[in-house]
């Protein structure tokens, strides 16, 4: 397309380019070229350009501009996205709204085949949440978290990938050789990490799509030798086989934070000589680890020493209310 462009010698270019910009003048959509000894800038205005350059319009083709084109730049404010692989979640109340914003994010340059609005809270045993889909077909996807792949459908499992960051602070702390007991597994994004870093992870979860997700995510990391995937109830895990995992645990991961207090027996009677527990939990504000803190006291009873090493605020979770990890040393008295 032939639009107008200041002609300058090459070695110029880059001063009159500042003057154009100065002047605002310069045409961002099209791309600025180079012929021999001259540069051609284009330009919006040719009668706006400074009068200096006057004599030096011209003509010419021009090639478009290959400008990434984000959802704000489209709907002319920023609006709130999460990424899941190559989902786009939203969480609009206003559905004219949340259509508006999934299309603008289809519109757009972000790598995305699937537009969701959450349709519901976190609910039930399961811990899934309902979807409505704005965009594409799919719930199905594969998220990238510190190096790792996890294929998971968020329509049937849970997956928060605001977490990442959390995982990675308790993941970091596991050494080649642990035994570890992941009661509350999902898809694997500690048990799979962990298990790269040279533990043996028994990882157990209630929902047998997630570990069904849990058993492909180890293979596609390169762990499945090192990770056993246990489909039901957590609790089953003392018992279960040979003597079962009964004292065997050298750290045990207790993300079920609005009911993990119901799961300390099992923990305990999981924990082997020495063994770290990280236990998520969510309190008021004005008390966020006493909670926690006494649940485990209570349940090590006589057996274990209680050492709260980590308190952590992992994130806001309601008004006053935190989600919140206690990263506690059991050993035995
Ligand atoms: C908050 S999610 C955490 C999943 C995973 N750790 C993560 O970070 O993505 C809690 C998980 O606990 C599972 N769950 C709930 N009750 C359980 C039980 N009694 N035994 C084993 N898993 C259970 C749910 O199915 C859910 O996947």
Redesign the pocket.
């Known amino acids: 397309m032939s639009v107008p462009c200041v002609a300058v010698a090459r070695e110029r270019g880059e001063t009159v380019r500042e003057r154009l910009a100065d002047a605002g003048v310069l045409d961002g959509d099209h791309e600025i070229a180079v012929d021999g000894d001259t540069i051609y800038i284009p330009v919006v205005d040719a009668d706006g350009i400074p009068p200096a350059f006057a004599d030096r319009i011209v003509e010419r083709d021009a090639a478009e501009r290959d400008r990434p084109q984000t959802p704000a730049a489209i709907l002319g404010y920023e609006p709130s996205l999460e990424r899941l692989g190559d989902i786009v979640i939203l969480d609009e109340d206003d559905g004219e709204r949340a259509s508006e914003i999934a299309a603008a994010v289809m519109d757009s340059d972000l790598p995305c085949e699937t537009v969701l609005n959450r349709a519901s809270p976190i609910e039930g045993?399961?811990?899934v949440r309902r979807w409505d889909v704005l965009a594409g077909d799919g719930t199905e996807t594969i998220h990238r978290e510190y190096g790792h792949e996890f294929a998971l459908d968020v329509a049937e499992?849970?997956?928060?990938p605001r977490?990442a960051t959390e995982?990675h602070r308790v993941v970091e702390q596991v050494d080649p050789g642990e035994a570890v007991v992941?009661?509350?597994?999902?898809?694997g994004?500690?048990a799979i990490p962990m298990a790269a870093r040279g533990a043996d992870v028994v990882a157990?979860?209630?929902?047998e799509t997630?570990i069904a997700y849990l058993r492909e995510n180890a293979e596609r990391n390169g762990v499945a030798d090192r990770v056993t995937a246990v489909a039901?109830?957590?609790?089953d895990l003392v018992e279960r086989g040979d003597g079962g995992y009964a004292d065997t645990a050298d750290r045990l991961?207790m993300?079920?934070?609005h009911s993990a207090d119901e799961?300390l027996d099992t923990a305990v009677a999981l924990a082997g000589d020495d063994c770290v527990l990280h236990y998520y939990d969510i309190q008021h504000e004005d008390d966020p680890f006493g909670p926690g803190t006494r649940a485990i006291r209570a349940a090590a009873g006589d057996a274990y020493e209680v050492a709260v090493e980590t308190e952590r605020v992992v994130r806001s979770y309601a008004p006053h209310e935190y989600n919140v990890c206690l990263d506690v040393r059991l050993t035995p008295r």
């Open positions: 045993e399961l811990r499992v849970y997956f928060s977490l995982r992941d009661m509350f597994a999902g898809v994004p500690y157990c979860d209630l929902n997630a039901g109830d957590v609790r991961v993300n079920l934070p799961f």
